[in-house]
Structures are given as C-alpha cells and as structure tokens.
C-alpha cells in the first residue's frame, strides 16, 4: 500500500520559511517523479513544483521560481519543498504526489497523493 505523508506546515509570518517533507513508503521512490500542489479554500489545486526521479531536472509554478526549492532524498524516500520569503497568497494546503516517468505540472497524471499539510501565512 502506497502511502504519501506530508509534514512540515505550520503558521508564519510573511517573510519567513518553511521546510515541508513528504516520506513515501509502498512504492519503489527513485523510480517517481515527485510533484508539490496546493489548493487554497474556494481554489483549485495547483501545481507549485515538480523534480524528476534522479532530482537532476525540477520544474516550478511561476508563483514559487526564486522562492521555493524542491528536493529529494532517495536513500530517505523523501521529498522536500523548502519555501522562503512567504507571502499571504502561499497560504494554502500542500500536498504531494507521486507519478513514474517523467515530471509534469498536470495533476491528473499523478498516481499517488499525501493528505496534505497546512501552510498559513500572516501579513
């Protein structure tokens, strides 16, 4: 059974940061694509950031470039997004997921979705 966990939400203020971490089990990682979304209240949800299975290619929403940095650990099975200088507009629940092959911002060719985590961010 193929299980996503997402941890690392919590309140800030604008301007700080946050590190999010999404631990996989159930599945062969390296061989994943792994992506971050969001979806903020009454908003779809949206792509923020992608990195292919070997972590050499990544790809970012325009709204995270210069802000947010994607990673991932493959011995640890983890994904992380760091995110700094956050901004009111980040505030949103982030989720992660899971797709073999290569990378894509489209949600719906992900496999395999975390439960989210909470970011909220203050002005």
């Known amino acids: 059974q193929v299980q996503l966990v997402e941890t690392g939400g919590g309140s800030v203020q604008a301007g700080g940061s946050l590190r999010l971490s999404c631990a996989a089990s159930?599945?062969?990682?390296?061989?994943?694509?792994m992506g971050w979304f969001r979806q903020a209240p009454e908003k779809e949800r949206e792509f923020v950031a992608t990195?292919?299975?070997?972590?050499?290619?990544?790809n970012y929403a325009d709204s995270a470039k210069g802000r947010f940095t994607i990673s991932r650990d493959n011995a640890k099975n983890t994904v992380y997004l760091q995110m700094n200088s956050l901004k009111p507009e980040d505030t949103a629940v982030y989720y992660c997921?899971?797709?073999?092959?290569?990378?894509?911002?489209?949600?719906?060719?992900?496999?395999?979705w975390g439960q989210g985590t909470q970011v909220t961010v203050s002005s």
């Open positions: 159930g599945l062969t990682f390296s061989y994943y694509a």
């Open positions: 997921a899971a797709k073999i092959g290569a990378g894509t911002s489209l949600r719906e060719e992900y496999e395999y």
């Open positions: 990195i292919t299975w070997y972590g050499a290619s990544t």
